[in-house]
């Protein structure tokens, strides 16, 4: 590797909109502010949500679930 052509690899605050800070390396020199973290984010604390606009999912199982049909009856016209 050469020399003196990396940039510096130093260690940086990041503070979360949340309240949380923390701190990890970055090159990026100077404190981060972050709109989501681990500490808020939906996915990771287990608090996600499903939207459902228009009521789009509940059609999709109305339309998919399987209901008893009546097979090997003839229908007559």
């Given at each position: 590797?050469?020399?003196?052509?990396?940039?510096?690899?130093?260690?940086?605050?990041?503070?979360?909109?949340?309240?949380?800070?923390?701190?990890?390396?970055?090159?990026?020199?100077?404190?981060?502010?972050?709109?989501?973290?681990?500490?808020?984010?939906?996915?990771?604390?287990?608090?996600?949500?499903?939207?459902?606009?228009?009521?789009?999912?509940?059609?999709?199982k109305q339309k998919?679930?399987?209901?008893?049909?009546?097979?090997?009856?003839?229908?007559?016209?």
């Amino acid at each position: 590797m050469k020399t003196e052509i990396h940039p510096e690899y130093n260690e940086i605050s990041v503070a979360c909109s949340c309240g949380n800070k923390f701190k990890t390396r970055s090159t990026l020199g100077k404190e981060l502010h972050v709109e989501v973290c681990a500490e808020c984010h939906p996915f990771y604390t287990g608090k996600q949500k499903i939207v459902d606009t228009a009521g789009r999912v509940e059609k999709f199982k109305q339309k998919f679930t399987r209901t008893p049909t009546s097979k090997g009856k003839s229908v007559t016209a």
